[in-house]
């Protein structure tokens, strides 16, 4: 493929040209390079390339936007996980501040090596408490969570079943695994009953593998359903909480305390990132099955540990979000309200639930045109096409955060009433 041939596919994202490449047998890493910086290129000249687009002043729900060659103004931003908005709460940057003073910086080694603190000992302790479980292993990102746990878990004989959208952490997870895996339909448990039942003589560990909330398109698992899948079945689960910790169930304990089987989950894991306003991942299990995980997941074994003013920052987000649910009551209240005014002007939001809100376009060009006039009219939400998702499935995502204003959202869902007319998009 030259330059020339996928210049009109520009809005299909430089992903879907690495894969056209692929397809074409060009494997050569120069010459795909090549291509795709012509791509960019292309894309930078349009100001269309959001790959280096940030916020000048760090996460926020409003700030300047700029990347390489341009400062775009204040825009309203609908693109940080930080759903409680406890990355600027004074006690959370107090607690962090004086982690600094006596801990230092970074931890300088992985915690096999002697790189854990007091803190990461203390954190670990206080996140099992607070989730009814023996042990929990910390992780130096949500990413390498999924990626170390999944793997160091599932070996030869094992069989996994994951849910077609899981996040691609644990995706990479499963391919470093020597486990078989299947992936069943989103959310569809005729699907997963049919797979397990397929494999019900299968002697070694069966895992099922899902997420509370999906962060792609906001719809939610049915937890409930899945374990009187599991009492039928016999298999573990491993539920990734990272978008509804810290905000739903008893004191922001995640989905699958509001849905009642918190004590289902085999391996609870969340990332640090997003409630907790840090960096970080933990899984919180068994204690013999930390263990095991401690001498087997190479991500644990040989990544530096979560610096000590980082998990300080986890450790007052997360008091913060046990002694007082004002935040999540808050968070709820502003995601029913923009979902109600997007649903009254008629956007296709699927089936989503969570504060991730997703409006699907799925003409890819006229989803590249509606972010190219959003984004102009002020408004920073990051057009999700492919490889996050299909090619013909693409959406435009907010997030919405306590830290948002009601005036913020009315402004939003304005100048999405008046694109979404501009672009036939309204229902109603």
Known sequence: ??????????????????????????????????????????????????????????????????????????????????????????????????????????????????????????????????????????????????????????????????????????????????????????????????????????????????ESAYSMSGDLAPLKEIVELKREHNFYLYLDEAHTFGFCGKRGRGLASEMGVLDEVDFFVSTLSKSCASIGGFVATKEKYKTLLMCKSNPYLFQACISPADVATVKASLEIIKSDDSLAKDLHAKNRYMRAKLTKLGFDLGNSKSPIIPIFIPDVEKLEAFGKDLYKKGIFAVNIIFPAVSPTDGRIRLIINTSHTYEQLDMTADILSELGRKYNLLTS
């Open 1 to 210: 493929m030259t330059y020339k041939d996928s210049a009109n596919n520009n809005h299909l994202g430089i992903g879907y040209l690495y894969i056209q490449l692929l397809k074409q047998g060009i494997f050569d890493f120069d010459a795909i390079a090549t291509e795709l910086q012509k791509m960019r290129e292309a894309m930078e000249l349009e100001n269309n390339y959001c790959y280096d687009k940030f916020i000048q002043n760090g996460s926020d729900s409003q700030g300047i936007i700029k990347d390489n060659f341009h400062e775009d103004g204040e825009k309203i931003v609908y693109c940080v996980n930080h759903y409680l908005g406890l990355n600027r709460h004074p006690k959370v940057i107090e607690a962090s501040i004086n982690a600094l003073k006596k801990y230092g910086t970074g931890c300088g080694t992985s915690a096999v090596s002697g790189g854990r603190s007091q803190l990461h000992y203390e954190l670990e302790k206080s996140i099992a408490e607070f989730l009814g479980k023996e042990s929990v292993l910390l992780f130096p990102t949500g990413y390498t969570t999924n990626l170390g746990v999944v793997s160091g878990l599932c070996q030869r004989g094992n069989i996994i079943f994951a849910d077609s959208e899981v996040h691609a952490s644990i995706i990479d997870g499963i391919k470093l695994s020597k486990a078989k895996r299947f992936f069943f339909e989103h959310n569809n448990l005729d699907d997963l009953a049919r797979k397990l039942d397929q494999h019900k003589n299968h002697d070694g560990n069966k895992i099922v593998i899902l």
